[in-house]
């Protein structure tokens, strides 16, 4: 069949914007974001000509994680608006033409979710009380943990409950904080459940779901000690084969999915699951994207190469020939609302190195250069096969709060490990969008006539003065900005279906040398990320280039930049 007449699921090769709600934009000017913020900023989006829009989550919740911890999967907390809210932007989105991807958040839930208050009021052994993991405590009193599990933020991953007449009770399993119960996958009701809410909101027409912790949910049977370290993305310190938590991608989530993928077949559209998977080997990733299952998986091995020819090379070819094997597109993103920015981690001294968050008290980046290392990145990224996501603001370079004081930090995992880990508030600051108004234009962005447009709150975090210059209103429509190279990249990507293509790595290639390139059809990809200055090809012709100065009189690309090439005419 040629190739104009396959029908091709439009996630094959779809860019898509995270948007974290509470940072993106203020319509009620009480300075947390929310979905009439989002909604006021369609227009933007589609200027920038991404395909679709991944909401972090926005459900009830006592946001003790920032809306991880669900209270009720069918409700908008108020902090974000209504259920009303939501389906407008579901429609206006929808009315030119972008796609709308929800957070699901399977792994937990709040502790005060209606089923965990109701195990907590029921007895050891309860149908209610199966709905989640409580066990009975080691040693004599039942005092102790019932396993040597740790929590992901920070201390034990167990806590004790206080029966009703005020003894010690039950312990409860919390991988996450200690207000972010796990669910039981075991307990067939939580099956039906999860089920019944992925219909809920594709009854509502969304058209995918981003899967939080999608190789959690099932736990080894017998619940076995297990005491090496796990951290978010980049998972366990020193992966081996051998080391697989029993908490984390055992064989069971694989007949989860394959139910949902059932479900998601009811619907037209292509609907589609993206799942958030920390497992090692490569291999083991796209077992979550086999035909029944997935359509996607975060590929964390490419934001974790890092500014490094050699380790780019090597994941996107591992990456590449895996997604083959099943058949399945693969992934690409270099920041996310749990990681520092890329733009800040390039430049530090080490621009492959993942901190756990940034203070003032550590390593500054410097700026200038994270930046238009930024920019060649995404040039890096961009032309990639398969789909590719963009985190809000990296359009703009925006970098990390590194000088947040520890007074305003919010997040759970600077808390539980005593500010060990930084944790990820720098990476969440509200955006910038005027320069010159109060909270750079976060708050107010709607004039909905009930109230004239004012300033609003404080920003829910402090943003730095920096983020003035990073504002989009200094970008939108101005020559040479971040902004304006992404749009040209998305439309050249777009117009060239370079995410419908395939790559060959091209002789000029050498990544020991810090040099990366790479040809997708006609398009040619060279980027620079060494000391010393590279040829530019004499038969080819710049069509696009991450900086004004990227190539030298006598036709040299310089270092900490990116071309993408074409034939001359």
Request: charged fraction near 25%; aromatic fraction near 10%; proline fraction near 7%.
């Amino acid at each position: 069949m040629p190739k104009h007449a396959q029908h091709i699921p439009w996630w094959q090769d779809a860019v898509i914007y995270q948007v974290y709600p509470r940072s993106f934009a203020d319509a009620d000017a009480d300075g947390m974001g929310d979905l009439r913020g989002v909604a006021s900023k369609l227009g933007y989006l589609k200027d920038l000509g991404v395909d679709a829009v991944w909401l972090s989550p926005f459900y009830k919740s006592p946001q003790a994680d920032a809306g991880y911890d669900v209270a009720d999967y069918r409700q908008v907390d108020p902090l974000f608006g209504t259920l009303s809210d939501f389906d407008d932007l579901l429609t206006r989105a929808h009315a030119q033409g972008t796609r709308i991807i929800v957070d699901l958040v399977p792994n937990h839930t709040s502790d005060e979710h209606v089923w965990f208050q109701a195990a907590l009021a029921a007895a050891p052994g309860s149908p209610e009380r199966d709905r989640y993991i409580f066990r009975d405590g080691q040693g004599p009193n039942g005092d102790q943990e019932p396993n040597n599990w740790q929590s992901l933020f920070g201390g034990p991953a167990w806590t004790r409950t206080v029966n009703p007449d005020g003894t010690p009770g039950q312990w409860y399993l919390h991988l996450f904080d200690v207000k972010q119960p796990d669910l039981n996958w075991d307990n067939d009701e939580v099956h039906a459940e999860m089920r019944d809410i992925l219909r809920f909101w594709l009854d509502r027409g969304v058209d995918g779901f981003r899967v939080d912790v999608a190789h959690g949910m099932v736990k080894a049977e017998g619940l076995p000690d297990w005491s090496e370290k796990v951290s978010m993305v980049q998972g366990t310190e020193q992966p081996t084969v051998h080391d697989t938590p029993p908490y984390f991608d055992q064989e069971g989530v694989h007949a989860i999915y394959e139910e949902w993928n059932a479900v998601l077949a009811e619907y037209d559209g292509d609907r589609m699951m993206v799942a958030e998977a920390w497992v090692e080997p490569m291999e083991r990733i796209f077992r979550y994207v086999r035909a029944g299952e997935m359509q996607q998986a975060f590929n964390f091995g490419f934001l974790l190469a890092g500014w490094n020819a050699q380790n780019i090379v090597e994941n996107v070819t591992e990456t590449l020939a895996a997604a083959a094997v099943v058949g399945a597109p693969p992934t690409w993103v270099l920041s996310n609302h749990d990681t520092v920015r890329h733009c800040t981690r390039f430049g530090l001294s080490d621009p492959t190195t993942f901190p756990k968050g940034i203070a003032a008290q550590d390593e500054q980046p410097d700026e200038e250069l994270g930046r238009v290392r930024g920019r060649a990145a995404a040039m890096v990224m961009l032309a990639l096969p398969g789909s590719a996501y963009v985190y809000q603001g990296d359009e703009l370079t925006l970098p990390e709060h590194t000088t947040l004081p520890d007074e305003c930090r919010q997040d759970p995992s600077f808390f539980r490990t005593g500010g060990v880990e930084r944790g990820r508030d720098g990476c969440r600051i509200p955006l910038p969008w005027a320069a010159e108004s109060p909270g750079f234009g976060f708050s107010r962005t709607v004039d909905d006539g009930d109230a004239p447009a004012s300033s609003g709150s404080e920003p829910w975090l402090p943003q730095p003065d920096s983020y003035a210059r990073y504002a989009a209103d200094q970008q939108v429509g101005v020559e040479g900005s971040a902004f304006e190279l992404y749009r040209l990249l998305l439309a050249v990507r777009a117009d060239r279906e370079l995410g419908r293509g395939r790559l060959e790595w091209s002789r000029q290639n050498r990544p020991a040398d810090g040099v990366l390139s790479y040809a997708n059809g006609a398009l040619q990809v060279l980027a620079n990320l060494g000391a010393q200055p590279v040829e530019v090809p004499a038969d080819l012709e710049v069509a696009v280039a991450s900086r004004p100065d990227a190539v030298t009189e006598d036709g040299f690309l310089v270092p900490d930049a990116a071309l993408w090439l074409l034939p001359r005419e």
